[in-house]
């Protein structure tokens, strides 16, 4: 089991920043691939980003590609999401996700098997 936990949520105005952390326990965390996903009021959960278990690989929604950075720290069994130029269509929860087994980029929901509870991100204009 893994337990991942988010923090660094909050209200920015647009053309502001904010960086998220996620904390993982229960498993070795340098074995795990790890992702950002965010979900807005009335829409479905979407993928953001993702990383590889080392941090050698990453990939990137077209929508925050040169606006947002994934990386990790595995010595500090956590992941960030540094998020710069925020729009307020970035407003949404934004959760931390894991898998594990071979790197590959994937963006969807059901190839991760552990979640955070998310963090709210509000961007005003």
């Known amino acids: 089991q893994v337990q991942l936990v988010e923090s660094g949520g909050g209200l920015v105005q647009a053309g502001g920043s904010l960086r998220l952390s996620c904390a993982a326990s229960g498993r070795t965390f340098n074995s795990l691939t790890m992702a950002w996903f965010r979900q807005a009021p009335g829409k479905e959960r979407e993928f953001v980003t993702t990383i590889s278990w080392s941090g050698g690989s990453t990939y990137y929604a077209d929508s925050v590609k040169g606006r947002f950075t994934i990386s990790r720290d595995n010595a500090k069994n956590t992941v960030y999401l540094q998020m710069n130029s925020l729009k307020p269509e970035d407003t949404a929860v934004y959760y931390c996700?894991?898998?594990?087994?071979?790197?590959?980029?994937?963006?969807?929901?059901?190839?991760?098997?552990?979640w955070g509870q998310g963090t709210q991100v509000t961007v005003s204009s």
């Open positions: 996700a894991a898998r594990g087994g071979r790197w590959y980029p994937a963006q969807q929901e059901n190839a991760y098997n552990y």
